[in-house]
């Protein structure tokens, strides 16, 4: 027992100093090797060279993976599509200094020459993850110049144009085997054309990112200068790649890989708590982002229906196959253009788009959109121009020849084309659309004059805008309107003397009722609660000031009625009722929001809270967000409603603070509010979270029900967040006909929103920035309010989860 023991000890010991000896080996040397059973470690520890099987294949392979993760990663693989067939594989340097893999009978599985002779070379894997070839500061290879289907930080895509090395990701065939498949990823760039990457199925285009604007692929417009990793786009005369870095956290583990078997592009980071990795899919986001989905000269706008349209000034090739949602064909010209009388053209700006497909494209830097403007017109196919690089006002010149293929209009951040139009469509453009711009060639003094101020003016306002989360719609400047006052004998005639069947609902200051005014504009009424001992001048000027707020996803107020006893406050009628309406409503079968729309008013709200909470002249927190208090106008666009009464009829002071008297609604008030009436705008917040996680699971967190534990909805989603099953949060009704990403990341933000410390909660600049982009996201601490037999009283109680004796609200900041 004893010898047999210490036997057993020298052996573990030798294994250990084997162990210690050939993972402390960065490097080998001409002479030396690496077997299969060995391996190299690279100095810092983070990668790893040796040999592999994937999945359940006994095929060997030579591959480099994180030595950290226990969860086997590999990210570059030498012999793709050479397998070994058992161990016998070997990595050396020969004796005439190339790099060569042997498999069985020493037949040479794989290799690389290097082109300089150098007998001195060592073979090294490095901490990035490279594997180089390196003769004392030279590399004479690395594995970074020929990827995988991995793009890790520091790794180029793209062209050496000096060497003619093109780094393109292609993914493996399937998880055992990784020989490339049919689809790849890379830079694509014709000779002074406009460069791009493409992701491509066999030769098929399958998605474009946009050409590169200076600041951001025109394609992906959330993807915005983050902490988390700098992301950068060179074109030079030397070359043009695609970058990526981990930016202040080295320790931040992500990488970027194409999958052949789920056809996506999909950026994932290791989450060390749960010891996994968290996927955001990249590529395709949606309809929209398929190539070319609605043909030439066609837009896709994801949340229309059909989503896709012709540009302005063109019609479907075949009005046929386009009501049969065949948009292959795409679109042609209304008129055609004039282009042989020289000048009769003219220009109509397009906004918010995806730029089109620029292999037919040519850009030059030097350029001014004035000259670009005037070198499209002087080329009968030059079909579009615009500034190539958007920063600093816009300078460099690109323009398109031909059909514009691939278009899509986001809501925010999109670019703006000029398309050539035949001045008879230009008419038309200025009567149809207000918010296109028409630059008229012929110069007229008087209008150059009105344009230049017309330009400082949107220029003013964009410097304004820099830097802001969201397109905020405040309208076309107007004098500030005073507001306008019902007269109480058309009120009482528009409602039917408030008849009960015009009332819609029972809002938290009064009932709401519905009426016709005589021009028959629908209005909603609401009729305040007497019992606000404010006077009656102050309470004018509130509403005066809730009726310069406008944006689009707030309900519109069209003025008020005050008159004895009564006040009444007078908003657009919304035919589509509110967001509860459509999501609760558990009886019924038939799906009435679908994902998409889902998303969209998800986003929507927290457009309107930002605006309430941020941009708007005045701070307000809303103090009872809830699906209620969502309205939808009849595109389903959402509309918050009751903004701004808490600070009017209840008072206190809305940057933050502490009211005796609590509105709200039970089931969606933060902690620190419904106990100790703290609010800010991070009790708004918490709301926002719940909000997200009823529209995601249709399902009330007041009354949630579950058979084996007494958590509200918050509490579920957390037990099931914990335990890695998000997904059963979702909707059933929804089946799988969502985006898996985005459902996740909206999960994800609603817990981060519904943490317990308000300190914790994002903003709701935050809570867009997160739903709009892929960027990593902290994980959630745990929940406020996720038991639902927790009473106000219970919560107060000392020993309860989430009693603390203090909150403080420090994030707040008076404006
Ligand atoms: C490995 O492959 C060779 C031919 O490539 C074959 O002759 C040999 O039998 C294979 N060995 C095993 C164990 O499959
Ligand atoms: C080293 O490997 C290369 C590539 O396989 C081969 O061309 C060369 O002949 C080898 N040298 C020797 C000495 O075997
Ligand atoms: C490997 O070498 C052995 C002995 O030299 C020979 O019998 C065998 O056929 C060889 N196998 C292959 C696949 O070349
Ligand atoms: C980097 O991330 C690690 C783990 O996520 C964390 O422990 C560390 O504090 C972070 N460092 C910085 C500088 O943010
Ligand atoms: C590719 O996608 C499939 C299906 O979603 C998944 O099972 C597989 O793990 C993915 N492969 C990689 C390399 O991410
Ligand atoms: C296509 O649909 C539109 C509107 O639904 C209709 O007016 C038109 O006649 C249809 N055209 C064809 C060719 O089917
Ligand atoms: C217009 O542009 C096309 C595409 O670059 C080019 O082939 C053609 O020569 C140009 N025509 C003129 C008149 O410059
Ligand atoms: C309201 O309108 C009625 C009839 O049009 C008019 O008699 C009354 O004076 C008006 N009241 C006020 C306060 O303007
Ligand atoms: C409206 O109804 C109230 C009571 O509900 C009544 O006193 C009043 O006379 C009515 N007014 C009109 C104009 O019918
Ligand atoms: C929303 O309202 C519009 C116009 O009233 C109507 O056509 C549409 O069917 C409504 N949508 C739903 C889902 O009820
Ligand atoms: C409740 O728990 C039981 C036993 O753990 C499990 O089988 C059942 O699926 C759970 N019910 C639900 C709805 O999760």
């Given at each position: 027992m004893g010898r047999l023991c210490f036997s057993f000890m020298i052996g573990s010991n030798l294994l250990f100093l084997l162990f210690t000896h050939s993972f402390a080996v960065d490097n080998i040397s001409p002479s030396q090797s690496i077997r299969d059973g060995t391996t190299l470690v690279s100095r810092g520890g983070s990668f790893e060279l040796g040999f592999f099987s994937p999945g359940s294949s006994k095929n060997r392979y030579l591959g480099i993976w994180y030595k950290n993760i226990p969860v086997r990663t590999v990210v570059w693989v030498a012999n793709r599509c050479n397998p070994i067939n058992d161990s016998s594989g070997i990595l050396m340097i020969n004796s005439t200094g190339h790099l060569v893999l042997l498999g069985q009978n020493k037949s040479v599985v794989w290799w690389i020459s290097s082109a300089k002779h150098a007998p001195s070379a060592k073979v090294e894997i490095l901490d990035s993850g490279n594997l180089v070839l390196r003769d004392a500061g030279t590399y004479l290879w690395q594995s970074f110049d020929y990827p995988s289907d991995t793009l890790l930080p520091g790794m180029k895509m793209g062209w050496d144009l000096r060497t003619g090395i093109k780094r393109s990701l292609s993914a493996w065939k399937n998880s055992e085997d990784p020989c490339p498949g049919d689809f790849t990823y890379g830079i694509e760039m014709e000779l002074d054309a406009y460069p791009e990457a493409y992701v491509r199925k066999g030769n098929a285009k399958y998605y474009r990112t946009g050409p590169w604007n200076g600041l951001r692929l025109s394609g992906l417009p959330e993807l915005r200068p983050n902490p988390l990793y700098r992301f950068n786009f060179v074109y030079n005369y030397n070359e043009v790649y695609y970058m990526y870095n981990n930016l202040q956290n080295k320790s931040v583990i992500s990488r970027l890989v194409l999958n052949q078997t789920a056809s996506t592009c999909d950026r994932f980071t290791w989450i060390e708590a749960y010891q996994t990795w968290r996927a955001y899919?990249?590529?395709?986001?949606?309809?929209?982002?398929?190539?070319?989905?609605?043909?030439?000269n066609g837009k896709c706008i994801i949340?229309?229906?059909?989503?896709c349209q012709c540009l302005k000034g063109f019609k479907p090739k075949s009005q046929e196959k386009w009501n049969l949602?065949?948009?292959?064909?795409g679109c042609v010209r209304n008129k055609p253009l004039s282009c042989q009388e020289r000048y009769k053209d003219g220009f109509v700006k397009f906004v918010g788009l995806k730029l089109p497909d620029t292999t037919h494209s040519w850009v030059s830097k030097s350029m001014n959109l004035k000259e670009c403007r005037t070198k499209c017109l002087k080329n009968c196919s030059c079909m579009a121009y615009t500034s190539s690089d958007i920063r600093g006002g816009g300078t460099g010149c690109a323009i398109w020849f031909g059909d514009l293929i691939d278009i899509r209009q986001f809501v925010a951040n999109g670019q703006d084309l000029y398309i050539r139009m035949p001045a008879s469509e230009l008419e038309n453009g200025v009567k149809v659309k207000t918010s296109m711009t028409i630059e008229v060639s012929v110069a007229v003094v008087f209008s150059g004059v009105l344009f230049v101020g017309y330009y400082l003016h949107r220029r003013r306002r964009k410097l304004r805008d820099i830097g802001e989360t969201n397109q905020n719609n405040e309208g076309e400047p107007k004098k500030d309107l005073e507001l306008p006052l019902f007269n109480l004998t058309t009120v009482i005639g528009a409602t039917n003397n408030f008849s009960s069947d015009n009332k819609l609902g029972e809002g938290g200051f009064g009932p709401v009722y519905r009426g016709t005014l005589p021009d028959g504009q629908e209005i909603a009424v609401k009729r305040l609660s007497r019992s606000s001992g404010q006077g009656l001048n102050e309470f004018k000027n509130e509403i005066i000031l809730f009726a310069k707020l406008q944006h689009r996803n707030l309900v519109k107020l069209l003025g008020c009625c005050i008159q004895g006893e009564e006040k009444m406050l007078i908003y657009e009628y919304m035919p589509n009722t509110s967001l509860d309406s459509f999501i609760f409503d558990q009886m019924r079968e038939e799906l009435l929001l679908d994902w998409p729309k889902r998303f969209h008013i998800i986003c929507g709200i927290a457009r309107g809270l930002l605006y309430l909470h941020q941009d708007s002249r005045l701070r307000i927190i809303h103090r009872d967000v809830k699906a209620s208090n969502v309205l939808l106008d009849n595109e389903m666009n959402p509309k918050i409603s009751d903004f701004g009464l808490a600070r009017t009829l209840v008072g206190g002071d809305q940057t933050g603070g502490n009211t005796n008297r609590v509105v709200g609604t039970y089931g969606y008030m933060a902690p620190e509010y419904a106990i100790y009436g703290l609010f800010s705008v991070k009790s708004d917040v918490f709301s926002f979270g719940i909000l997200v996680l009823e529209v995601i699971s249709g399902r009330k967190n007041k009354g949630f029900y579950h058979p084996n534990y007494s958590h509200n909805l918050i509490g579920h989603a957390w037990i099931l967040w914990n335990q890695g099953r998000p997904l059963e949060l979702i909707d059933t009704r929804l089946g799988s006909s969502y985006t898996l990403s985005e459902v996740l990341r909206c999960i994800h933000v609603s817990l981060l929103c519904v943490q317990h410390r308000p300190e914790d909660r994002p903003t709701m600049a935050s809570v867009l920035i997160m739903l709009g982009s892929e960027i990593p996201l902290a994980q959630p601490k745990q929940p406020g309010f996720f038991i639902e037999t927790e009473s106000l009283e219970a919560g107060v109680s000392p020993g309860n989860q989430w009693s603390t004796n203090k909150i403080s609200i420090t994030l707040l900041e008076a404006r």
């Open positions: 899919s990249l590529v395709p986001r949606d309809l929209c982002d398929n190539y070319g989905i609605c043909g030439a949340g229309e229906n059909p989503v949602t065949d948009w292959s064909l």
